[in-house]
């Protein structure tokens, strides 16, 4: 099977830089008003990539993101890409309860609907941290009018994973008006590994997630999900003092080079958006 023949799914989280997981040891969400944002223009170049590769991909927005730059929601729909929900405060899912959760993501998709005058129907969980203490997350997601989610990484990691959850599309608790698709694992020497983008991917040299990504495609015959976000292009955004070690490689590793591999990775790939990979059949 050649790669032409699978369309894989580009994703591409809206976030500041100040919400990353990994700088949450440093700030904190009533700071978030009174930092530098950098979101706008990442996300302007995220979509001159977009556009440069003839690529339409999903926007997972979040709430907070939306509600300030208005105008950016509506580029990114008038350029063809599927906008979907990021949720709101980018508060992980297992540290909220359902009917805050609830409130959460019902306001996210009433924001985004009302700015970009389309309907949302995808959702990514901040971190994806939807896992085993969270299986109520999906029917509060259905209930509340979604159709898929991409939130579960089937992983061990320190910050997310839910390693019994299946490697690619299933339906949460058997319900069929709803799906999950798990971000992109490839199985090596009888493990799960991640390879959906992120941190792996600009630690990493490029040929490893190409091979990676190849491998899903030609062995498990299976669309690739890959993700990033508009901070991962930034090498000029500010620097948080006093990050532990762990959190400063994560975060500020090969800014510089990401542009570059993810200009790459579109040509070396078919991609398109998520929900026509969910609902046409082809996912
Ligand atoms: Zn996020």
Known sequence: MTDAKIVNAMTIDIEDYFHAQALSSRISPEQWDSLPCRVEANTERALQMFSDAKVEATFFVLGWV?????????????????????????TRVDRQDPETFRADIRKSKATLEQIGGVEIRGYRA????????????????????????????????????????????????????FTE???????????????????????????????????????????????????????????????PLKSRIRHYTNLSSMEARIRRLLEDFSWDRMDRLVFDGAG
């Open 181 to 243: 698709h798990p971000m992109t694992t490839v199985r090596l020497a009888g493990q799960t590994l991640p390879c959906s983008g992120g941190g792996y991917f600009r630690l990493l040299p490029y040929w490893v997630s190409r091979w990676a990504l190849r491998r899903v495609n030609r062995l498990d015959g299976q669309a690739c999900i890959f993700y990033f976000h508009p901070w991962e292009i930034d090498a000029g955004q500010p620097r948080v003092e006093g990050l």
């Open 66 to 90: 939306a509600q300030r730059y208005p105008d950016l929601i509506r580029r990114i729909v008038d350029q063809g890409h599927e906008l979907a929900s990021h949720g709101w405060s980018h």
């Open 126 to 177: 901040a971190t994806f941290s939807i896992g085993a203490r969270t299986p109520w997350a999906f029917d509060v997601l259905a209930e509340e009018g979604y159709g898929y989610s991409s939130s579960v990484y089937p992983v061990r990691h320190d910050y997310y994973g839910m390693p019994e959850a299946p490697r690619f599309t299933f339906n949460p608790g058997g319900r069929q008006d």
